[in-house]
């Protein structure tokens, strides 16, 4: 369950621009971001069955509320872009991710230089591009706010989606909130691309909070996300596919498969990462988490 909800969170964090930013071909070369990252999560077992509650809340506690997967701090990430594919480098986990269109699929592995371990996950890229196109048939809002970003003038706007769901007695209540700041200058990349409806240009920045309630009979659980990228610099260059291979030593699952190994691969990392004093949580610039649903954790 954990392992599908943190992927389903994070494809909405990407959301709105990376399966439309996936479909450009014309750009090679390389982009740099600054990150601000808040994740997170608690849950409440609500079933009076003694023995279901003590395993649903050992099971919760150590993959949901404390997943591995969740991080805050401020961090630097890059990403080498040709055709349909991306490599992206996050140092905060000096995690490696690749991503690659395979006709109407997008496949994505992710993998860790440190312990050698990684995984791949394939998703539809036509079920994904309605999520977006759905998403994106939100609440648009021009703020009249503008900001200079990479030297260049952007305005603002924000779009708004709320999903509300009930299927076999459980409830998920979900407000995902995006903040586009949208260059309209023809010579970036991806310019002519509509990242918010009827609105040409590229996002030099985006942040997404995300704040979600799921609740059944058994257990309620709430989740919050606030994630922040804005660009520091677009370099175009050649790029050789050398950059995408993925070294030969990295043993790597099928985590669609496997969601349970796949976290236990993201947990390893963290583990080294945290004995070799590699892994720094910080206080991020940029913190806006906003209509949240339950802020005070009502349990």
Known sequence: MKGKMLLFFMSMVIGMGYVTAQTVDSFEG???AKVNSVQKAKSQVLTKNILAKMIV????KKNFDNNPGYY????ESSN???GGKTRSYTSYNNGISISEKIGDKMKITVYFPYIKKGYYTVSDMTESQKLVETMRKGTVEKTGETMIILGKKCNVYKVKYELTTDSAGTKNSTNLHNEFAICEDPSLPMADQEFVP?????PLKVTTNVASQISNNMLNVDFLMSNSMYLTSIKSRPVDDSEFEIPADIKLIDADKNPKDMMKIIEENKKYMIKKKLWVENNPDEVKIYDNLSEDWDF
Not at 57 to 60: H, L, P, T, Y
Not at 198 to 202: C, P, S, W
């Open 30 to 32: 390389e982009t740099t």
């Open 57 to 60: 809340k050992s099971v919760m």
């Open 72 to 75: 805050t701090g401020a961090y």
């Open 80 to 82: 080498v872009i040709k």
């Open 198 to 202: 009827d609105v040409k240009g590229t």
